[in-house]
């Protein structure tokens, strides 16, 4: 039987020496390992919660697509350890989604690494004022109806007692001037508020105006080839990320008309009446038209110059 099974092997199993065997076995080990290796490396790559007590991260090739499977938008220069957080939590965050509240954490969240000051103000086919603040000090509820009866709320964000809010809160009044019969507004509108700078370098603050030789409006961004935009220095991805989150995370019906960008700490501000302009009714459009008092018509700014407009959802 010996005999037969030496008859059938290649010549260099017959030989004495075990280099050979040694070789073989060498190579085997070789692919086992790294077959091995792509397993672990892929396996954490597919779990957030990967990086503990402040060690790098093995792999992050995954996160985009698992924030993409778990409904959650990956900011643009939004860190690892910060979106991994954010999937480890993303049951609480979808069971908010639709909700204000809701909406505004993950808008702030995605404006990482530096997440700002952000505001919903509901405004829809009335002109009273219903705001929402979160900031790093908690979440703040305002509001006043027409009646003029106040209430608020605030939620300490570590997790303290709630409190009353006594404050005033300011109408919101985006372009009344233009509701007549057939063209009233849907009541579901909101309006985010976002206080630059934040993200880091990407919404720093304002870009130049264009044509005054300092904007960079249409170039592309070093390294990732993203486009600018024209009046702050976000990019298009970023813009985009946030948009996305709205449309994400608001409620079904409800409109994001804008993202107002400002870099005035006290700009729309919902109790203080001298924090710069607000809207006044002609504020659906840039600009509108009045008596100049000579007999004629110009077209002038209609909105505040403290902020900057993106459309947001549709």
């Known amino acids: 039987m ?12 017959l030989r004495a020496d075990t280099d050979h065997w040694k070789r073989l076995m060498r190579a085997t080990f070789r692919v086992v390992d790294n077959l091995f290796d792509k397993i672990r490396i892929a396996r954490l790559a597919s779990m957030p919660g990967q990086v503990v007590g402040g060690e790098s991260f093995a792999n992050v090739d995954a996160l985009a697509l698992i924030a993409r499977d778990r409904g959650t938008i990956k900011g643009k220069v939004e860190p690892a350890d910060v979106i991994a957080a954010r999937l480890r939590d993303w049951h609480a965050a979808r069971r908010a989604a639709g909700t204000y509240p809701g909406l505004l954490y993950a808008l702030r969240a995605v404006l990482s690494p530096a997440p700002a000051t952000v505001r919903l103000v509901v405004g829809g086919a009335t002109t009273e004022g219903h705001w929402w603040t979160l900031d790093g000090t908690g979440l703040r509820y305002q509001a006043t109806d027409a009646d003029g009866n106040h209430f608020g709320v605030f939620w300490p964000a570590d997790g303290g007692p709630a409190e009353v809010d006594p404050s005033v809160a300011l109408e919101w009044n985006w372009d009344s001037h233009y509701w007549f019969d057939g063209a009233n507004p849907d009541v579901a509108r909101v309006w985010a508020i976002v206080y630059a700078p934040c993200g880091g370098v990407e919404l720093a603050g304002e870009d130049g105006q264009f044509g005054d030789e300092q904007s960079v409006f249409g170039e592309f961004e070093a390294g990732t080839g993203d486009k600018y935009t024209i009046g702050t220095t976000a990019t298009v991805g970023y813009v985009e990320a946030a948009r996305a989150t709205c449309s994400a995370f608001k409620a079904a019906g409800v409109v994001v008309s804008h993202i107002i960008v400002t ?36 077209r002038v700014r209609a909105r505040s110059d403290q902020g900057r407009y993106w459309i947001g959802t549709v």
């Open 2 to 13: 010996i005999g037969d099974v030496r008859d059938h092997l290649p010549g260099w199993m």
């Open 263 to 298: 870099r005035s700490p006290v700009a729309f501000n919902p109790t203080n009446p001298s924090g710069g302009p607000r809207p006044d009714g002609w504020w659906k459009h840039h600009g509108k038209i009045v008596d100049d008092g000579a007999g004629g018509y110009e």
